[in-house]
């Protein structure tokens, strides 16, 4: 074992480094900014190698508050850890059993956080491991004690219908797939209760057309972002461009080029960057956003709460209680596809495939309609 205090100058200040070297296990450095907190720590090192031993001190603090709270939950199992490695080793999993030879479900919000630590250590990236541990304390909420075991498809079913949008309810379907899954597997449920035959994936509805703006409501909508410049630029991205919203986020003044007609979506949801080729009344509509100032990307909606304060009012414009879902988007689609007659070309500009736009963007739009959306420039609105 190795243990010392050595002195190293950082970016011109001056520091104290403690370094631990154990005989078996990973190298420990700490810095200090004076001699005598680094001599305080080196004391307590030894103090604690000569209690505890190398070992324990050569783990980190999450691996020994990891220790801590697995040999407090074996207590409440009535178990010790070496009996624990004997039932791994024999491949038993299995919870305690009651009388009835059924697996003794532990608590929701136990089976949660020993799910939550499983997928951590499987890998996942950070971020989907925050998701999982967000979705299964929504999930708990108000239950945390009921037992895993209490749970049924229904009840899951009856959780997912919280949610109305489709990708939303598909999205928590997931999570509650992977959850009892696991639970499974570990015997806390006797049975899968949301295996893929009993909770399908929601489909979308084919004969179902997307919500698209009329010609008089796309008059309407640019009606005020003509008298309100603040959300101007947003609207002419995501109308007249079909810019996705989470990718309008990101674009910048510096990405749409004036004088070529064109705007680089250089972060997109989906593929590669690509250059949208503007429409005339796009580019009508994005020099009069320029000239007035309008705020584009962050500067427009730094986060997604932002930009609902913001685009309520327009929304209250137009009588609605929320915009329909995707009516920017889907709009530029469904009268660019009949602009071109091209869904190629219509899913160059969108950044989808061809398939998507066909199943997608199939709103019928007559010539004429075609005509008048086409035609919504700055000069129209002014002669209103």
């Known amino acids: 074992m190795k243990l010392h205090i050595r002195k190293e100058t950082q970016r011109g200040k001056v520091k104290f480094v403690l370094d631990y070297a154990p005989d078996s296990g990973n190298r420990e450095r700490r810095q200090f900014d004076t001699k005598a907190q680094a001599e305080a720590a080196l004391q307590e090192k030894r103090e604690m190698v000569a209690t505890a031993g190398q070992d324990w001190v050569a783990l980190t603090a999450h691996q020994r508050a990891d220790l801590i709270i697995g040999y407090e939950r074996l207590k409440k199992l009535d178990l010790t850890l070496g009996?624990?490695?004997?039932?791994?080793?024999?491949?038993?999993?299995?919870a305690p059993q009651n009388g009835n030879g059924k697996s003794q479900s532990v608590t929701l919000k136990q089976a949660g956080q020993e799910w939550e630590a499983f997928m951590s250590r499987k890998g996942n990236t950070t971020a989907h491991t925050e998701n999982c541990g967000r979705w299964i304390r929504r999930f708990s909420a108000g239950r945390e004690a009921v037992p895993v075991s209490n749970f049924s498809t229904d009840t899951v079913v009856e959780y997912l219908n919280n949610y109305t949008n489709r990708t939303t309810w598909n999205r928590n379907r997931d999570y509650a797939r992977s959850f009892f899954s696991w639970a499974h597997r570990r015997k806390y449920i006797d049975e899968n209760i949301c295996?893929?035959?009993?909770?399908?994936?929601?489909?979308?509805?084919?004969?179902?057309?997307?919500?698209?703006?009329?010609?008089?409501?796309?008059?309407?909508w640019f009606t005020y972002g003509f008298q309100n410049p603040e959300v101007l630029a947003y609207i002419t991205l995501a109308t007249f461009c079909g810019v996705r919203p989470e990718e309008c986020d990101k674009v910048t003044w510096d990405d749409v080029h004036l004088d070529t007609g064109e705007v680089d979506v250089r972060y997109p949801k989906s593929g590669g960057p690509r250059t949208i080729h503007l429409e005339p009344v796009a580019l009508e509509w994005l020099k009069l956003a320029r000239e007035l100032g309008s705020p584009i990307g962050a500067a427009f909606a730094p986060n997604p709460g932002a930009k609902v304060r913001k685009m309520k009012p327009i929304v209250r414009h137009m009588g609605w209680e929320k915009l329909p879902n995707d009516i920017q988007r889907h709009s530029f689609g469904s009268y660019h596809v009949e602009l071109y007659r091209s869904h190629e070309k219509t899913a160059t500009e969108m950044g989808n495939s061809a398939q998507i736009i066909k199943t997608n963007y199939k709103c019928p739009v007559t010539k004429l309609d075609c005509k008048k959306f086409w035609a919504i420039t700055p000069d129209f609105v002014r002669a209103l």
């Open 195 to 220: 295996e893929s035959d009993l909770l399908p994936k929601k489909k979308r509805d084919r004969n179902h057309s997307a919500r698209i703006f009329s010609p008089e409501e796309a008059v309407q």
């Open 83 to 94: 009996q624990l490695i004997d039932r791994y080793e024999s491949g038993q999993f299995a």
